[in-house]
């Protein structure tokens, strides 16, 4: 099974500042990752596709970025409502596997 | 986009099996591909399989493998997912996603579905 190390687990941060998550794949997946935001007691929501693409109606302070097979996702100037948990998902392979996820936290 | 409806809670005694739905709606379900995924409390999200609408094909992860079998009812358009041998450890709310069938990420979700077991 493909491993993604996702980084940090956890991040205190303030509304206007930029933030990046790492995801770290333990081989080779083009660039088949997601990137999900979840709010408590909700379902996930997909932010980024294909490493890089932003999901329709997401606004463009966020963005996904790739080399290799490291993944970033950049919150550019953090907003109230982006205080959440976020994971990555690989599709490369099956079985298909998350990150650990990032708990974002206000400071 | 496509809308995901999944069934009530669950609760379930240790052993037993549990089956939860996924009803979609404006779906074409000959591109389509259901997946189910798991979170237990204050945990990472956890796939479990993957069903192609469109031939049937199933995957499942290993660790689910001999526990869960995933199917699809094109006449009702709903998915579900049972599993059997149930133990406290199971105790997550169950999501389905849908996506491109094939190798393509989760673009939509249901809402959850809660399963606890317990004696």
């Known amino acids: 099974d493909i491993q993604m190390t996702q980084s940090p687990s956890s991040l205190s941060a303030s509304v206007g500042d930029r933030v990046t998550i790492t995801c770290r794949a333990s081989?080779?997946?083009?660039?088949?990752l997601a990137w999900y935001q979840q709010r408590p007691g909700k379902a996930p929501n997909r932010l980024i596709y294909a490493a890089s693409t932003l999901e329709s109606g997401v606004p463009s302070r966020f963005s996904g970025s790739a080399s290799g097979t490291e993944f970033s996702l950049t919150i550019s100037s953090l907003q109230p409502e982006d205080f959440a948990t976020y994971y990555c998902l690989q599709h490369s392979n099956f079985p298909f596997t998350f990150g650990q996820g990032t708990k974002l936290e206000i400071k | 986009q496509v809308q995901l409806v999944q069934s009530g809670a669950e609760v379930k005694k240790p052993g037993a099996s549990v089956k939860v739905s996924c009803k979609a709606s404006a779906f074409s379900f000959n591109v389509y591909a259901i997946h189910w995924v798991r979170q237990a409390h204050g945990q990472s999200l956890e796939w479990m399989g993957w069903i192609n609408a469109g031939n049937d094909d199933t995957r499942y992860s290993q660790k689910f493998q001999d526990r869960v079998t995933i199917n699809w009812d094109p006449s009702a358009n709903t998915a579900s997912m049972e599993l059997t041998g149930l133990i406290s450890e199971d105790t997550a709310m169950y999501y389905c996603?849908?996506?491109?069938?094939?190798?393509?990420?989760?673009?939509?979700w249901g809402q959850g579905t809660p399963v606890t077991v317990s004696s």
């Open positions: 996603g849908c996506g491109f069938a094939g190798i393509a990420s989760i673009e939509s």
């Open positions: 081989q080779g997946i083009r660039s088949d």
